[in-house]
């Protein structure tokens, strides 16, 4: 046989199996979407558009900052490339299908995983696991609930609940309240205005960020109320294409010797881990 015909088999089969041919060197070849990223120099991370903080947000220089941000930071520096953050999502739908259609490496911004999204992506094992809840307006929950227990008026509701647009939380509210009207906000602050003049009768977003809106504003709680589902979770965990198996592979490891455990109050009283550093 050839040596050129023989290169051309051994390039072939190493295609099939997702690596590249033997190096010059001897060294083991690195997984395709590995090198990808190693030889880009650069790990391409698509984000939500709007800071959240302290999972993510911009300072007036222009820095990236927050919980996920140094997830993410964290794994590019033991990749060995700079992490770039794409922050043009305006949905959280948006930010995961940037994944899909490979114009990111990985999709984090405390996103949820519902099982639509990952009829297109794959997921790490959740970094976070949060509770659903609601922001309540208080006069349309007595009014629908006459006399009864509230909790059970908000199980069976038949009024009109507000999510954010694009969000788990879309998907979770046609699950959880199947008889109510599910009314899309573009965001949070619109939303919890809307519960708050009784445009709708409830806002359903995870427990972190109820909580975090009324420890800015104890006030609201004259108008609204909080419920915690505590038979739901919402699991919070890394977008990847399905392609990148490898990719995937590292960052669960990544998150196994992380080993974060995180509590809502913790996430509340800023004290997050620091993960600089770190490896």
């Known amino acids: 046989m050839g040596i050129a015909l023989l290169f051309v088999q051994v390039f072939l089969a190493a295609a099939l199996l997702g690596t590249s041919p033997v190096r010059a060197d001897g060294e083991m070849p690195l997984a395709l979407d590995i090198q990808r990223v190693k030889e880009r120099g650069t790990l391409l991370v698509s984000m939500y558009q709007r800071d959240n903080p302290p999972f993510y947000s911009m300072d007036a220089r222009g820095q990236m900052s927050g919980f996920d941000v140094e997830i993410v930071r964290s794994f590019a520096r033991r990749l060995g490339v700079r992490p770039v953050f794409i922050r ?22 405390k996103i949820s995983r519902t099982f639509p999204r990952a009829m297109r992506v794959a997921y790490t094992k959740p970094y976070l696991k949060l509770r659903q809840a609601l922001l309540v307006n208080r006069l349309q929950l007595a009014q629908i609930s006459d ?22 939380y879309e998907q979770f509210a046609h ?23 009784g445009d709708v009768t409830a806002a359903f ?23 915690v589902l505590t038979d ?12 990148d198996t490898t990719l995937l592979t590292l960052l669960n490891l990544h998150l196994d010797d992380l080993a974060i455990t995180l509590s809502v109050d913790q996430i509340l009283d800023g004290r997050l881990p620091l993960m600089d550093g770190a490896f």
């Open 175 to 197: 699950q959880k309240f199947p008889h109510a009207e599910i009314v899309g906000y573009p965001d949070w602050p619109s939303l919890v205005q809307a519960v708050t003049k």
């Open 88 to 109: 043009t999502g305006a949905t959280f739908d948006a930010v995961v299908d940037m994944v899909a259609r490979g114009e990111a490496d990985i999709a984090i911004s």
């Open 147 to 168: 006399g009864g227990e509230p909790e059970q008026a908000i199980r069976t509701l038949h009024g009109r609940v507000g999510v954010l647009a694009g969000s788990s």
């Open 232 to 243: 739901t979770v919402d699991p919070i965990a890394i977008a990847v294409n399905p392609d």
């Open 205 to 227: 977003r995870d427990e972190v960020e109820i909580k975090k809106i009324i420890k800015a504003q104890p006030e609201i709680l004259f108008m609204l109320r909080t419920v």
